[in-house]
């Protein structure tokens, strides 16, 4: 099992939370393309001779800004290059203002089956103040027309911790998503990171993030709401429907081996990891003029490995496997966190459930600060 992450690295505006690698420009686009055509031919052996793709994902930036011959050049590459899966997951993030009924009737001839929208919210003055470039009212036709064109599999990202003066608003948003009947949410509390837009304003005091409890109480509203609706959460942000969990998604969490294409992607292959300069004119320049992709690779240590599947295994419904740690990995967690763990399972914020280390809702609301406190030392 493989995966393959292409990073479209280009968006029609900055959103003013949003401290991804992009660019607004378009001048590099099609050499972009072209650099990734290159890159698959480059790297076509890092996931080994008999790798077969069971997931694509079209990330960015904005994946829906490629046009339908660009998209085409992509997928022939990937095709002559790779064994892919018949019943491969193959997802392309969209933004609502590009799903017009010519362009999902392109995407729905392409392979890809699964669209990601970034809806964010159907409020108009949270999309102004988050600087998106869609409209309230295209957040539900985007999602309208995908269904009319065929897709049924379909995820919905929301932002939630957006300053309101309550809470109604994000109840508007959980109503009109579930109204959508889709598979698959992907709920993030709005992150006010350093080098973005909302935190320069917060730095100059012309910003202001809400109070912590005020975040956490809209995601236990959240957690309250997901299961009469059919949703069920089996990632700390994402939830579906019994069964329709993000493949490729997943595979990240359970530590399965990818190939990261493009400007800042990340690639992984079981015991190390590579990250690509996040520089587009570099980017380029390298892979077609010098066939290299400029990255920087990293060997993980046996510590690295565990403190990865912690950090990884715990924000997931299925958890840590405790067995797994010590016999794969070589770490006895019972051992050398046995005080920790107790902690936990007082506090109501985790259990043990056999080999299982498990978050309970309210642990999952300090899951980083959980993480940490399990991590391991670095040897020396």
Known sequence: M????????????????????????????????????????????????DATLETIYFGGGTPSLLTEAELHTLFEAIYRHFAVSPQAEITLEANPDDLTPAKLRE???????????GLQSFHEPHLRLMNRAHSAQESTTAVRTAQDAGFENISLDLIYGVPAPDHGLWEQDMAAAFALNVPHLSCYALTIEPDTVFGRRLRKGSFSAPPDDFVAQQFEMLLQSLPAHGYEQYEISNFCRPGRESRHNSNYWRGVPYLGLGPSAHSFNGYSRQYAVANNPQYVTSVLEQGVVPATSETLSPTDRANEYLMTSLRTSRGCDLDYLQHTLGTDLRTARAPYLRELEHNGWATVRGPQLVLTDRGKLLADQITLELFLEPEA
């Open 107 to 117: 995407l729905a001839a392409s392979p890809i089956n699964r669209l990601s929208i």
């Open 2 to 49: 493989a995966g393959i992450y292409l990073h479209i690295p280009f968006c029609k505006q900055a959103c003013h939370y949003c401290d991804f690698h992009f660019s607004t420009s378009m001048g590099l686009k099609s050499k972009l393309v072209e650099a990734l055509v290159r890159e698959l031919e480059i790297r076509r052996d890092y996931l080994g001779p």
